[in-house]
């Protein structure tokens, strides 16, 4: 049995249900996962990421950071109860928008564990107004963007104290992030809707790259997942996604895990999709 102190530490922020998006009838948020965190969710991309590290390894203990710490622990003990699973699962309260929440996440973690091995930034919240107003577009860079900068900058510390070299950080972005697919007539990402959705993932692949610039020399590396589109109840229809393709949330929980896992270190600081290294 792998004791706690031998075992790598996971913090995911953001929601289970919901990084596999493509259009949304209103707001919702998308609560974090956290060492390998999972937040406020019991399905979902999150979940599906959390479960299949805890399945896949013992050498894994899984922090569910949620906002709501009663659906962290429904989440945990589900995990827990899952049949095979070999990792392990904890739960933290935090609300990335939040810089009290933020610290005192960062200070149950050191006061548990002393250290980070892994934080991956899966908090979100998605907007389909038409037009897009600045309003939504300020919350969801807050959630999107500056929340993930406020967690990275507060986890930077226990990082640096991974005992599991190259520690690491791994933004989920998504496709509708990619300039080139925004602009490319043939993509089924040219569509003017999701506005301000497609602007915050830009803006945290930029980022994603400016962390892998400034922590390389520091021996952490930065890498961004894209889970791809996926069915899940963060769209409201599911059922019509998986008549359009879309993959099942446990294919892109699948895909966010295999980069947290994965023995490519050159791809850090670049987007890790479905098909490979997604464009800019």
């Known amino acids: 049995m792998v004791s706690l102190v031998e075992k790598k530490i996971i913090l995911i922020t953001g929601s289970f249900e919901s990084n596999c998006l493509p259009q949304l009838p209103t707001q919702r948020k998308i609560e974090s996962l956290l060492i390998e965190e999972y937040t406020g969710a019991n399905q979902g991309i999150g979940y599906e990421a959390a479960k299949n590290l805890v399945l896949s390894s013992s050498e894994y203990h899984v922090v569910l950071g949620s906002r709501n ?43 548990e564990y002393g250290r980070l091995d892994v934080l991956v930034n899966n908090a979100g919240i998605v907007s389909m107004a038409q037009p897009p107003t600045t309003g939504a577009l300020r919350r969801v860079l807050e959630t999107n963007v500056v929340g993930a900068l406020g967690v990275t900058e507060a986890f930077l510390p226990l990082l640096k104290r991974a005992i599991h070299k190259p520690a690491r950080i791994v933004f989920v972005s998504s496709s509708m992030g990619s300039i080139t697919h925004a602009g490319d007539p043939t993509s089924p990402y040219y569509t003017s809707s999701a506005t301000e959705y497609k602007v915050s993932k830009a803006a945290l692949n930029m980022l994603m790259t400016m962390y892998a610039v400034r922590l ?45 896992k994965t023995d490519k270190l050159e791809d850090a600081g670049k987007v890790i999709g479905v098909y490979g290294i997604s464009p800019w």
């Not at 109860?81 to 928008?97: K, M």
């Not at 520091?218 to 998986?242: K, Q």
């Open 216 to 260: 390389k020399p520091e021996g952490i590396l930065v890498f961004g997942a894209d889970p791809g589109l996926c069915a899940t109840n963060f769209t409201g229809d599911p059922a019509s996604l998986t008549a359009r393709g879309a993959a099942t949330p446990t294919d892109g929980g699948d895909r966010i895990a295999a980069v947290i």
């Open 69 to 111: 710490s009663a659906n962290g622990e429904t989440a945990a003990r589900q995990l827990e109860s899952t049949p095979g699973v070999r990792g392990s699962v904890a739960t933290t309260q935090i609300d990335v928008t939040d810089e009290t929440s933020v610290k005192d996440a960062v200070s149950r973690l050191e006061s």
